[in-house]
């Protein structure tokens, strides 16, 4: 009697159908946002924040990311957060306090970056407010940006809500 090859190709290639159907219907079929972890995205109290952060924001459903400390919201993603960032020193940018939330944003093209002020760990959200609403994304955002103790914030705010 003829020995079975250890490797069969039809079977190898049910196999590998097989375990893409179970992880896309597993993930939702949304595909895995590739997002660089910060430095300190190690930091105790970046799981703090992480664990609470919101599944929708601005009306986008939240993805996996394959890094720590990272959030991703939109496919493709629209709002990106990285926990764990250099925490800002003084600045000249501009700082807006949303819900008690500090943060001192960047404009750049074609994005934002907003960094949290006042908070070790830092932790910095990208994202195009051409497309997002920067009010909604920080309101959204401030009570699990809020569960990093604040140890100080802006001296000169330029803007401060309360946002629902």
Not at 35 to 63: G, H, I, K, T, Y
Not at 114 to 123: D, E
Request: hydrophobic share 45%; with cysteine.
């Amino acid at each position: 009697m003829p020995s079975q090859p250890l490797f069969h190709p039809v079977r190898a290639a049910l196999a590998a159908l097989a375990a893409g159907t179970a992880a896309a219907v597993l993930s939702g079929c949304s595909s895995i946002a590739a997002v660089q972890s910060a430095d300190d995205a190690a930091n105790p109290a970046c799981a703090s924040m992480m664990v609470v952060l919101p599944d929708v924001l601005a009306d986008l459903e939240r993805r996996e990311t394959n890094s720590q400390g990272t959030a991703a919201w939109g496919d493709p993603a629209q709002v990106v957060l990285r926990c764990g960032v250099t925490v800002p020193g003084p600045s000249t940018d501009p700082c807006v306090s949303v819900n008690g939330v500090d943060w001192v944003a960047r404009e750049g093209t074609p994005g934002w970056t907003l960094t949290t002020y006042g908070r070790t760990p830092a932790t910095e959200v990208l994202f195009d407010p051409n497309r997002v609403p920067s009010s909604t994304v920080l309101a959204e955002l401030a009570p699990a940006a809020a569960k990093i103790p604040a140890q100080g914030g802006c001296t000169s705010v330029d803007t401060s809500v309360d946002l629902p």
